[in-house]
């Protein structure tokens, strides 16, 4: 087993990483508003990706939603869903598209019940992901509140 794979299957431990990670970014927030959101990004991204790229098989989507996924990036879903199982689950537990593969909505599931403090966060409906910021940093997206922006013409009742 992978150490990635073996850090996904201890979410309370990810959860706790999760939390001192987040306090730190907010505590930095101040020095990267001064040098520059861009400047930063630059800093923070490659680290970011190497990171989470080993524990989470991460995507870099720049809408991080691990803490809410059971530290578990829907992203690695062959169908990108983002708010839970498509109905092809097999009985199983299986991905309908791979096979071979554990449904990541299920792996999830089971992991967010692990989770003391974000567990109930499976629960909440996520916005669909905005393309425009793959390949950048969650962290400073958050901090920066991109991440939370719904894109122009994504409004209800708009216009396309």
């Known amino acids: 087993m992978s150490l990635g794979a073996w850090l996904r299957n201890h979410p309370a431990a990810l959860e706790r990483a999760y939390l001192f990670t987040h306090r730190l970014f907010e505590r930095l927030d101040p020095l990267f508003a001064r040098m520059g959101y861009e400047r930063a990004e630059r800093l923070v991204r490659w680290p970011e990706e190497l990171g989470k790229k080993l524990v989470f098989d991460c995507r870099m989507c720049g ?11 829907p992203m690695t879903c062959p169908k990108n869903l983002r708010n839970g199982p498509c109905g ?21 599931y089971e992991r967010s019940r692990a989770m003391p403090r974000f567990g109930d966060e499976i629960a909440l409906i996520q916005p669909p992901v905005n393309r425009r910021l793959q390949g950048t940093s969650a962290w400073i997206n958050m901090l920066t509140g991109v991440d939370a922006r719904t894109p122009r013409g994504w409004e209800m009742g708009s216009q396309a």
């Open 88 to 108: 092809g689950v097999r009985g199983n537990g299986h991905c309908e598209v791979k096979p071979e593969m554990r449904c990541v909505w299920v792996e999830a």
């Open 63 to 73: 809408q991080c939603i691990l803490h809410s996924t059971g530290m578990t990036c």
